[in-house]
């Protein structure tokens, strides 16, 4: 009954190699967010859609890219990881404006060796 | 600036005592929400509690409530009979109406509750 699913659980990349996470949704949701998430830190928005419209974070390096080909996908493509990029990534949705609670996958622990 | 402001890095709370988590925020705009988000130790992160800007009652689900002071723009987060289950990291947000959807998050509070 999984709503927002991300795959995989786990993922280990070696420093430099390029590594894309997944999101997926079932909820026909019009936002869809990427956080990440250092250890015992908040998480910190990286982009997000509305629809088709990207929205990037003044402070996310370009290092960090997105896809979303279409409502219910989005990617999170890291084209060269640093070992300062380990850490979960979390992806949300939600309806849109207003005062919608924001739904949460379950994260991607991405370890940089 | 740091838009969302929580004092308490760790709190300590015998079980079944009520606790009270802090939550400060800052916006120059009229319409907003503040979340409340639970994240345990398998970190997905779970929601607990919404309060618009404009609701003029506090929220309440089940054990949590909000309250909600406008004018000092705190939205601190109260549960009730806490149990050894509640011993998580917790997390304010809030989603700013004019700002594109954007929710940000707090830096959280560790919540510990002692048998």
């Known amino acids: 009954d999984a709503m927002v699913i991300q795959n995989p659980r786990y993922q280990v990349t070696q420093f430099g190699k390029p590594v894309t996470l997944s999101c997926s949704q079932t909820?026909?949701?019009?936002?869809m967010y990427w956080y990440q998430q250092k250890s015992s830190q908040a998480p910190k928005l990286l982009f997000h859609y509305y629809d088709k419209d990207f929205n990037n974070e003044a402070d996310t390096p370009d290092n960090f890219q997105s896809r979303r080909p279409n409502t219910s996908f989005c990617f999170l493509d890291i084209r060269s990881p640093g070992l300062g990029d380990a850490a979960m990534y979390l992806c949300?949705?939600?309806?849109?404006?207003?005062?919608?609670?924001?739904?949460f996958g379950q994260g991607t622990r991405l370890t940089v060796v | 600036a740091q838009k969302i402001t929580q004092t308490q890095p760790g709190m300590f709370v015998q079980e079944k005592e009520a606790v009270t988590l802090d939550c400060t925020y800052d916006t120059s705009d009229q319409s907003y929400g503040l979340f409340w988000y639970k994240q345990p130790s398998s970190g997905e992160m779970i929601f607990l509690i919404y309060q618009g800007s404009y609701d003029e009652q506090n929220a309440t689900e089940g054990r949590y409530s909000l309250n909600f002071q406008k004018a000092r723009k705190s939205a601190n987060l109260v549960i009730s009979a806490s149990q050894l289950g509640d011993s998580a990291m917790y997390f304010c947000?809030?989603?700013?109406?004019?700002?594109?959807?954007?929710?940000?998050f707090g830096k959280g509070t560790r919540l510990h509750i002692l048998p």
């Open positions: 909820l026909n949701h019009n936002v």
């Open positions: 949300a949705t939600s309806r849109g404006r207003g005062g919608d609670e924001a739904f």
């Open positions: 947000a809030m989603r700013e109406m004019s700002t594109d959807d954007k929710i940000i």
